[in-house]
């Protein structure tokens, strides 16, 4: 018995034909745009010798820093509370399980789109007692006109570079067979949000007067984009 033999007449993928020829490219982009919203985190400690007067501590000053943060309106597009704790913390010496004092903080994220005011609320949040700030992280949104952006850039790269071999044979393309982004006919790895640069993180006391404003910088951000593309060209007169 013999095995079976492909059919000489159909080509095996994914090459093409002599009459039908293939050209297989790939097309990408890279921009750099300014940043669309800044995160930035707060952290609000309170500490006490029993729970009741450590929960009222941190309540009073989580608070005044909502009421802070809201009080920008709507530079603020969103603002929500994260982890919340409350921790005993025990005597190193002595019998039994003595409490020397109790430690509580709350975790606050906001996300602001005016950078005008992130300086201003983000010195103003470090000058309260015993609140930490961290960021800002600058980001774009998932639905920015970049992105959008970047894609078309990347298939008329391919366009391009296509016709380029196309021309270098003496013909031209004839019809667009594939187009796809890189990794789209597999499982997409699991890439981490790449932070922006941290720009201020301090635990403060309130001071008398109102701090000057930081003067923070928007990070640019890099925005990438790739596919893959197949075409058919007019077959050339080699």
């Known amino acids: 018995m013999t095995a079976a033999t492909p059919d000489a007449s159909q080509p095996a993928v994914p090459y093409g034909t002599p009459e039908a020829p293939r050209i297989a490219v790939r097309g990408e982009a890279r921009l750099e745009v300014d940043p669309e919203i800044a995160r930035i985190g707060i952290t609000v400690a309170a500490r006490g010798r029993d729970r009741r007067s450590a929960l009222d501590d941190l309540t009073r000053r989580n608070t005044e820093v909502l009421d802070l943060v809201k009080s920008y309106g709507e530079a603020v597009e969103r603002l929500e509370t994260g982890a919340f704790s409350i921790t005993p913390e025990l005597a190193r010496h002595g019998r039994g399980e003595r409490v020397r004092t109790y430690h509580g903080s709350v975790r606050v994220t906001a996300e602001l789109t005016d950078f005008t005011a992130l300086?201003?609320?983000?010195?103003?949040?470090?000058?309260?007692?015993?609140?930490?700030?961290?960021?800002?992280?600058?980001?774009?949104?998932?639905?920015?006109?970049?992105?959008?952006?970047?894609?078309?850039?990347?298939?008329?790269?391919?366009?391009?570079?296509?016709?380029?071999?196309?021309?270098?044979?003496?013909?031209?393309?004839?019809?667009?067979?594939?187009?796809?982004?890189?990794?789209?006919?597999?499982?997409?790895?699991?890439?981490?949000?790449?932070?922006?640069?941290?720009?201020?993180?301090?635990?403060?006391?309130?001071?008398?007067?109102?701090?000057?404003?930081?003067?923070?910088?928007?990070?640019?951000?890099?925005?990438?984009?790739?596919?893959?593309?197949?075409f058919t060209m007019v077959p050339p007169r080699l």
């Open 119 to 230: 300086g201003e609320l983000t010195t103003r949040l470090a000058d309260l007692d015993l609140t930490r700030v961290d960021g800002p992280w600058w980001a774009l949104r998932p639905d920015s006109p970049a992105h959008r952006e970047a894609r078309k850039k990347a298939v008329h790269e391919a366009v391009q570079r296509a016709r380029e071999y196309a021309e270098a044979l003496g013909t031209s393309l004839s019809a667009l067979v594939e187009l796809a982004d890189i990794g789209a006919e597999s499982a997409p790895p699991a890439y981490p949000q790449a932070p922006g640069r941290m720009r201020s993180a301090a635990f403060a006391g309130a001071a008398e007067d109102t701090p000057a404003p930081l003067d923070l910088e928007p990070q640019r951000q890099r925005v990438h984009a790739a596919i893959n593309a197949r």
